[in-house]
């Protein structure tokens, strides 16, 4: 069993940044490729960002692109997401996703482990 656990989550002025953090254990494959995925209140859940098992593939959101950035620290299994400039619009539960079972990473029935969440709240 893969168990992800996500922090750094809370309230931020827009303009302002948040480093989100997920830490994966259990089985050894949890150190593959990972994902972030966002749920605004009232909408379906979003791609934001994957990485791949050695970081050497990365893509993003549109609407994050430029302003997020994802990294991996394999010693600690845990995949980063450091959000700037952040806007009214970001404000939304990120999940942390692994077990990536191949196809189109933007999609999450691509993947087979969730965390539970984290709140990110932008106050404009």
């Known amino acids: 069993q893969v168990r992800l656990e996500e922090s750094g989550g809370g309230l931020v002025q827009a303009g302002g940044s948040l480093r989100l953090s997920c830490a994966a254990s259990?089985?050894?494959?949890?150190?593959?490729?990972m994902a972030w995925f966002r749920q605004a209140p009232g909408k379906e859940r979003e791609f934001v960002t994957f990485?791949?098992?050695?970081?050497?593939?990365?893509n993003y959101a549109d609407s994050v692109e430029g302003r997020f950035t994802v990294s991996k620290d394999h010693a600690k299994v845990t995949v980063y997401l450091q959000m700037n400039n952040l806007k009214a619009e970001d404000t939304a539960v990120y999940y942390c996703?692994?077990?990536?079972?191949?196809?189109?990473?933007?999609?999450?029935?691509?993947?087979?482990?969730w965390g539970q969440g984290t709140q990110v709240s932008v106050s404009s």
């Open positions: 990485i791949s098992r050695n970081g050497d593939s990365i």
């Open positions: 996703a692994a077990g990536f079972r191949g196809g189109y990473n933007t999609q999450e029935r691509n993947y087979g482990y």
């Open positions: 259990g089985r050894t494959f949890s150190d593959g490729p």
